[in-house]
């Protein structure tokens, strides 16, 4: 496999970062989670466009231009021949002192994973997920700004470890104040009455990028769509819920805390989403060549 480090292309077994790297002393970086569907990458320049505002706002400076790193990503897929799967970038501080001045660590570090994804079970595609409230608290904006998507994760693996622990397959996050702010690793959306339903990016979700492809959707499929702050009462009382990501793309939720929502089925609303999804996976996206 071929790996992107810096500034080039290097062999698996080259692709090194220093122990004093910030980013594993600290979690000081950021990162994203991309999708590539048959040979073209989804919706890459959103998600450059997110690591660069994520980095931006921990003041990180780096030193290549949007259009660079989009040129790097693709190159890191052509190198490895994939035309589907999952890319990994991350950036760090880089390496520093063995103290939190990140003004010592004189050069950020990058790297790109190209590979393959493994995915939930199709069967939890099929039945749905059953999924649980974590006694875990999504951070309040004033902590970390959960717009950032940083390489701290220690909150959303406390909630997912909540989760494995139920037996249960994902965990809602409420934010300090008890609104839903998003699951450990997915964007939330209910369908109650014939309208689409998500909480505020306010309310301590992430800015998903699926989450936006989502509320587009909503418009092409003339589906009423309402962003607004949501409680456990408003899944409690939907009649269908599914969660959103790169990693997960639309997956049904068919109870939470062990109370079925809706039918206790997925729903018609969430299938027009999953297929309109898929379609536009397969059929958008940037070229790789
Ligand atoms: N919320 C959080 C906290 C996330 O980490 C999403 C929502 C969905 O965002 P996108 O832009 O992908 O629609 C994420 C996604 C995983 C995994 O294994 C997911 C993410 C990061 C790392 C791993 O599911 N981020």
């Known amino acids: 496999m071929k790996i992107w ?17 910030h980013g594993l002393l600290y979690g000081d970086g950021v990162f994203e989670g991309i999708r590539f569907y048959n040979g073209r990458i989804f919706r890459l320049d959103e998600h450059i466009r997110r690591l660069f505002d994520s980095s931006r706002a921990i003041l990180l400076d ?34 520093g002192g063995l103290g939190l001045n990140p003004y010592l660590c004189p050069k950020p570090s990058m790297f790109i994973i190209a590979s393959t994804i493994q995915l939930y079970p199709e069967e939890h595609y099929q039945n749905g997920l059953a999924i649980i409230t974590c006694a875990t608290r999504r951070p309040s904006p004033a902590a970390l700004m959960p717009q950032v998507k940083s390489l701290n994760y220690l909150n959303n693996i406390m909630a997912k470890i909540e989760a494995i622990q139920a037996n249960a397959q994902e965990a809602v996050m409420l934010n300090e104040q008890g609104y839903v702010a998003e699951c450990t690793g ?25 989450r936006s492809v989502i509320i587009e959707l909503s418009r092409t499929l003339g589906i009423p769509f309402v962003e607004r702050s949501l409680t456990r ?35 018609p609303f969430t299938h027009r989403f999953m297929d309109a999804y898929h379609q536009l996976v397969m059929s958008t996206g940037t070229p790789i060549q």
């Open 5 to 21: 480090l810096d500034d080039k292309l290097v062999d698996e077994a080259d692709a090194k970062v220093s122990v004093f790297d």
């Open 62 to 95: 780096l030193p290549w231009s949007q259009e660079q790193v989009c040129r790097f990503t693709c190159e890191t897929v052509a190198a490895n021949a994939l035309s589907d799967g999952y890319i990994r970038l991350v950036v760090t501080r880089g390496a």
């Open 186 to 210: 997915d964007n939330l959306f209910l369908m109650k009455n014939g309208t689409l339903f998500t909480p505020l990016i306010g309310d301590g979700a992430l800015d998903g990028i699926t």
């Open 233 to 267: 009462y408003d899944i409690f009382t939907s009649d269908e819920c599914f969660l959103t990501g790169t990693a997960a793309e639309v997956i049904p939720v068919v109870a939470l805390d062990r109370r079925p929502i809706g039918t206790g089925q997925p729903g």
